[in-house]
């Protein structure tokens, strides 16, 4: 069988088979048995925080590959580190974006991965932060995370062995949104939240106390609404310069 053969008989049988769908609680692995090259998948329910760097092109000229390889895996480990300090799930890299999974649709959930993006912000941009310094030696680090809830659908790609022939894919609105919001952030407002993120936050990462001209607590909303096309209709979206200092 010749090659065309061989792809257009495979496109056939993936086209014309059902696919089968399994609810998880879980947010899955590549290693996760349930997950074959048959036309299956995994739906589960979670806060993608969706994160990427700006300027990458601008760094790229700036520096040689040895330097930008270094200033790309601090920013990515700075990410992880705090992703799954609060509880998410890193799932996808792809150059200098990130992909991470906060399973569930709790407000603790919604709330965390709130904080981790906030916390990201502080150690990536805030002068305070132990590593801002040590990256703007080389370049500032510019970057967006957007921020949404949603089913997403998780399925396994590829022909199998080694290499990175095979790989799995995130399918869902919530994913096309955190990354339609991510576009719109950047300094000082590097984050940015889905309407129903926003509402559905803790206290916490809503509202910040500070003191009036009287000397009493007020609540002052840390996040400013804006609004985006999303999918042909106007969205309101919310974003924030403010963040969450990590000791």
């Known amino acids: 069988?010749?090659?065309?053969?061989?792809?257009?008989?495979?496109?056939?049988?993936?086209?014309?088979?059902?696919?089968?769908?399994?609810?998880?609680?879980?947010?899955?692995?590549?290693?996760?048995?349930?997950?074959?090259?048959?036309?299956?998948?995994?739906?589960?329910?979670?806060?993608?925080?969706?994160?990427?760097?700006?300027?990458?092109?601008?760094?790229?000229?700036?520096?040689?590959?040895?330097?930008?390889?270094?200033?790309?895996?601090?920013?990515?480990?700075?990410?992880?580190?705090?992703?799954?300090?609060?509880?998410?799930?890193?799932?996808?890299?792809?150059?200098?974006?990130v992909l991470a999974f906060f399973q569930g649709t709790t407000k603790n959930s919604l709330s965390n991965a709130v904080k981790a993006a906030m916390q990201i912000s502080y150690m990536i941009s805030s002068s305070d932060s132990g590593i801002n310094k040590l990256l703007e030696k080389y370049s500032a680090v510019d970057f967006g995370i957007g921020i949404d809830d949603g089913k997403v659908l998780c399925t396994k790609v590829g022909i199998g062995g080694d290499n990175n022939t095979k790989d799995l894919i995130w399918i869902g609105n919530a994913i096309n949104k955190s990354v339609v919001i991510s576009d719109e952030c950047k300094s000082p407002n590097h984050i940015g939240i889905s309407n129903y993120v926003y509402n559905n936050l803790n206290d916490e990462v809503k509202y910040h106390t500070r003191k009036n001209a009287f000397g009493r607590d007020e609540q002052v909303n840390m996040w400013t609404a804006y609004n985006v096309i999303y999918n042909g209709i106007s969205e309101t979206f919310y974003k924030t310069n403010y963040y969450w200092t990590v000791q």
């Open 1 to 97: 069988m010749g090659l065309n053969q061989d792809i257009t008989t495979k496109v056939k049988e993936i086209l014309d088979t059902n696919f089968d769908v399994t609810d998880v609680t879980y947010v899955p692995e590549i290693t996760d048995t349930k997950l074959t090259f048959n036309n299956g998948g995994l739906k589960f329910e979670a806060t993608t925080l969706f994160i990427d760097m700006r300027g990458s092109t601008k760094v790229l000229n700036n520096h040689n590959k040895p330097t930008i390889a270094k200033i790309h895996k601090a920013y990515l480990h700075t990410t992880v580190k705090i992703a799954t300090s609060l509880g998410g799930q890193v799932r996808s890299f792809n150059g200098d974006s």
